[in-house]
């Protein structure tokens, strides 16, 4: 690997504010006068650099232009430029050209690859090494899909062999420049061909909840799966999850602190349902911490019934407006990561979209019994399939609010079926703004600094 991947690696290590025991790598080396990483030890230190590009890096901007946040006139005029763009539907303009969101994107990529071409220089069998590969192609998935939901049209099998995907980096060396995009169906089958070697590496089990596991590898590719309305792939990963993985958290239970600012447990730990843990670094107005402007609005507020405990779990009313506070962080930043709450759903709806409408109406149930005052819930019965994906996708946006990007990637993919779209709209200074179905809002922008750099197409 040349110099210039490892100068740009250390300068990257140097730009966080990690605690001493993540920074124990560079200090060693460092003292060495050897920056190169050379064992198995060093690149996992690599991707346990929590506070760095890779675990934080889900990319959550587009929540400002979903149905699931609101703003009043005056805190949207103290937006800045890039955040009122995307509030308000209008053409996004990044900050100097340059988007935090593409290149946070593309330093996971980076790091995952340094990763990847570093242990082709070991020769080893070991458990550890084959943990170490399977987490970095993890990550290199990850990132790969969290781009794909801001930068790329919605996956369409029809068109998807032409549509614009990403420009796909697998190696860490900077000086290889690529000039083109592949097609976005090129791009899904790398992310899902890292996506099925990574499992194929990693173990059922971790050492901390923000090391990704086998369980995690195929929640993700379940997910990826669902974006592409595969829906018998889908749950059959899901299923392959929840045979060992089908705890759900009762909201009844003591560990939930309703009279606390953070309902949750800090960073997922003892929330049985966490299976990987992240979290993301959103814009002020999303984030759950107590001086947050952003308002939840009173259509999605009206959902949750009186014994619905998540109506208190996930949100506080604070200056007279209803405000988020509910995310499985236990933190000021919003949980990203993966957890069996939203595999239920992802169950639930592939079970109704495969015919088997009694056994999404049981998945469920399962999940709605632990979200109900003990002994309120009353069972959903679904008479038929429309009635049975109304509910479930109800639920998807009240049990899944502001994690990660969930509700945008909801509105993009549900927007191909004309029984499903919505138009988004806001009320501004009088005037009325929306974001129709298929909109090429549902599309960012390249950043022009990218282009600038290597020649690729604009959206």
Known sequence: MKTTIYYLMILSFLLQTACSKQNEWLEVKTNKNDVVPETIEDYQ??????????????????????????????????????????????????????????????????????VLDGLLTIANSTKEYANVKGQALFYRASAVYNLLNLFCKPYNKVTA???????????????????????????????????HEAISLLPNNQRSLTRPTLYAAKALLAKVCLLMDDYEKANQYVNEVLKDNDKLLDFNDSIIDYGSVFRFPAHGISNPEVLFYTWSAAHDVLSPWRNSTGIVPDDLYQLYDTDDLRKNAFFVLRDQAVRYIGTYSGFEYAFAGIATNELYLIKAECSARLGDIKLAEQTLNKLLINRYKKGSYTPINFSNYEEAISNILTERRKELPLTACIRWEDLRRLNKDPNLQKTIYRQYNGQRYEMLPGSSGYVLPIPQQEIQLSGIEQN
């Open 45 to 114: 230190a690599i991707l346990d650099n929590f506070d760095f590009g890779l675990t934080n890096g889900n990319l959550t901007s587009p929540m400002l232009r979903t149905d699931n946040i609101a703003l009043n006139d005056k805190d949207v005029n103290s937006l800045q430029e890039y955040e009122k763009n995307l509030f308000l539907f209008e053409n996004v303009q990044y900050p100097n050209g340059i988007s935090y969101q593409w290149n946070s994107g593309f330093q996971t990529m980076m790091l995952s690859n340094i």
């Open 161 to 195: 062999s032409g549509d614009l995907g990403l420009p796909i980096r697998t190696v860490s060396d900077v000086n290889v420049v690529i000039t083109h995009r592949s097609s976005l169906e090129t791009t899904y089958t790398q992310m899902i061909k890292d996506l």
